[in-house]
């Protein structure tokens, strides 16, 4: 009994460092899945237009570019773009 409850103890430790990890986390990052960027840490967001978004981090701009696209704020310094996504270039 004693090992089965060390042994849970250990995972949700596991999953607790997992997420405060991730809340600490402050690398700059870009994630494209299913035709959405998931953009992490950026600085500011420049520019917003159906075929263009334009973002900084530290002096360098990301340009996401593409048809009907759409900002959508997910958490502090993390946005979620959707839409027609035709190019992300740095």
């Given at each position: 009994?004693?090992?089965?409850?060390l042994y849970v103890i250990k995972f949700?430790?596991?999953?607790?460092?997992?997420?405060?990890n991730y809340i600490k986390d402050e690398?700059?990052?870009?994630?494209?899945?299913?035709?959405?960027?998931?953009?992490?840490?950026?600085?500011?967001?420049?520019?917003?237009?159906?075929?263009?978004?334009?973002?900084?981090?530290?002096?360098?701009?990301?340009?996401?570019?593409?048809?009907?696209?759409?900002?959508?704020?997910?958490?502090?310094?993390?946005?979620?773009i959707t839409g027609l996504i035709l190019?992300?270039?740095?």
């Amino acid at each position: 009994m004693f090992f089965f409850s060390l042994y849970v103890i250990k995972f949700i430790m596991s999953i607790l460092n997992k997420l405060i990890n991730y809340i600490k986390d402050e690398n700059f990052k870009i994630t494209y899945i299913n035709n959405s960027v998931n953009v992490v840490n950026y600085d500011k967001i420049l520019e917003v237009k159906d075929d263009l978004i334009t973002l900084e981090k530290e002096n360098k701009l990301l340009f996401i570019k593409g048809e009907n696209l759409k900002l959508n704020k997910l958490l502090d310094k993390e946005i979620l773009i959707t839409g027609l996504i035709l190019e992300i270039s740095l």
